[in-house]
Every structure is written in structure tokens, then in C-alpha cells.
């Protein structure tokens, strides 16, 4: 079955110190994003990528850092320069760069800063 | 200012007691509304995309509605397994998504 794949789905950082999270689909989706969720708010953009190698800030891009080397993979990366980690991720894609044919969204990984 | 509104916060229904979510927006350009499921500790799941005014879509026990100004998710008859946080998101031209803080729904038995 084709869908988005979000590992781990819970990950601890240590103060200081960088953490990827992955983010693989498999829809032959063009475009792919990822959100924040905070309790209380809505989801927050944080980078998108409508094609391979080439990818645009978000609402709230501090503190982060993508890639997108492959059209299936979308990794996260979370700098030390993020002040306030800890927050429910979520990957989403679809099919044409616009979204008007609404997101697919993965599962969500929880950082925690410890 | 463009923003995306959802009430109430949180909803407890008795089994079988219909009841309806709203979604508000000021975003101009709209392109769609779209409504999600989301179960704790998953991410959110499609449910419907609405793209004007007058459109209406049905799922089992939902219905979305859609005005210039908001949108409705009824829930008529209601099971335990409903229990969920409903999100709204309005597309704008410009491919700029805005989400609402979602409506928390428990189903007592």
C-alpha cells in the first residue's frame, strides 16, 4: 500500500545537538512538507519541496534544515539553533505542488528535548 | 488578517446525539476547505475537500457544508469510534494552507 513513512516515531535530543527525522513516501508525490504541531495551535509550516533538489522556508524555517536528494525522501533536520524542539512532526506530500487535492500525512514523530 | 477558525474547542456527545463542528475563515482566494480526522499520536486523515460554496460531501455518519464564510461538520448519530480531533485547513490562491486548531470530539457509550 502506498503511503507516507515517518521514523522514529519518538525521539529525545539532548541539548546541543542536531537530530534528522525521516520522511519516505511512496505515492509518486511531487511535493512534500513538513508541519509542527503544538498543542493549542494549529499546524506551522516548516519547509516545503515541490521538486527534487529544490525546496523553500516555511512559516517558522529557524532552527531547521532539509534536503531532497530523492523525489521519495524528505529528511528533517532539528540544529541546536531550534530553541524549543520538543513538538509532534508531521510529514505530509501531494501530488501537485499546490495541495489543492488536499495532503497525505504520515504518522508523526514526537521530539522531546531532554 | 487571514485565519482559520474552529468551534467549539472541545465536544462531548452522547452516543447517538447529533451534533455539528464549525469551521470559520477569513482567507481570501479560497481554493478549498479541507477537513482532516486526526487519532492522538497520528497524523491527520482526509476526510473531505470542499471547493464552493453550496458543495456538500457525505462519509458514513459525516456531512461537510461549505458557505463564503464557513463550513459545517455534521455528525449525525455518533459512535464511540468517532471520538477524534477534527482539523479544518483552507487552501488560498498562492498555495499558502491555513489550519485551525481542530475540534476535540468525545463519544460517550
Known amino acids: 500500500d502506498g503511503g507516507i513513512t515517518q521514523s522514529p516515531k519518538y525521539l529525545f535530543r539532548k541539548e546541543g545537538q542536531n537530530v534528522t527525522l525521516s520522511c519516505e513516501q511512496n505515492l509518486n508525490h511531487d511535493a512534500m512538507y513538513w508541519y509542527r504541531q503544538d498543542p493549542g495551535q494549529g499546524l506551522r509550516l516548516i519547509y516545503y519541496s515541490q521538486i527534487v533538489n529544490d525546496f523553500q522556508k516555511g512559516d517558522i524555517a529557524e532552527g531547521y534544515s532539509v534536503s531532497r536528494e530523492k523525489k521519495e525522501s524528505f529528511p528533517l533536520t532539528v540544529t541546536s539553533a531550534q530553541k524549543n524542539p520538543t513538538a509532534f512532526y508531521l510529514c505530509?506530500?501531494?501530488?501537485?505542488?499546490?495541495?489543492?487535492?488536499?495532503?497525505?500525512f504520515g504518522s508523526g514523530t514526537r521530539l522531546t528535548v531532554v | 488578517e487571514d485565519q482559520v477558525t474552529q468551534s467549539p474547542e472541545a465536544l462531548r456527545l452522547q452516543e447517538g446525539e447529533s451534533s455539528s463542528l464549525n469551521c470559520s475563515y477569513t482567507?481570501?482566494?479560497?481554493?478549498?476547505l479541507f477537513w482532516y480526522r486526526q487519532d492522538p499520536g497520528k497524523g491527520p486523515e482526509f476526510l473531505f475537500t470542499?471547493?464552493?460554496a453550496g458543495e456538500e460531501k457525505e462519509k458514513e455518519r459525516l456531512k461537510a457544508t461549505l458557505t463564503k464564510k464557513e463550513s459545517f461538520l455534521h455528525i449525525t448519530a455518533p459512535k464511540p469510534e468517532d471520538s477524534a480531533t477534527y482539523l479544518c485547513?483552507?487552501?488560498?490562491?498562492?498555495?499558502?494552507?491555513?489550519f485551525g486548531t481542530g475540534t476535540s470530539l468525545t463519544v460517550i457509550p
Open positions: 470542499l471547493y464552493s
Open positions: 482567507v481570501s482566494g479560497l481554493r478549498g
Open positions: 485547513a483552507v487552501l488560498r490562491t498562492g498555495n499558502q494552507f491555513y
Open positions: 505530509a506530500s501531494s501530488m501537485g505542488s499546490g495541495g489543492s487535492d488536499g495532503y497525505t
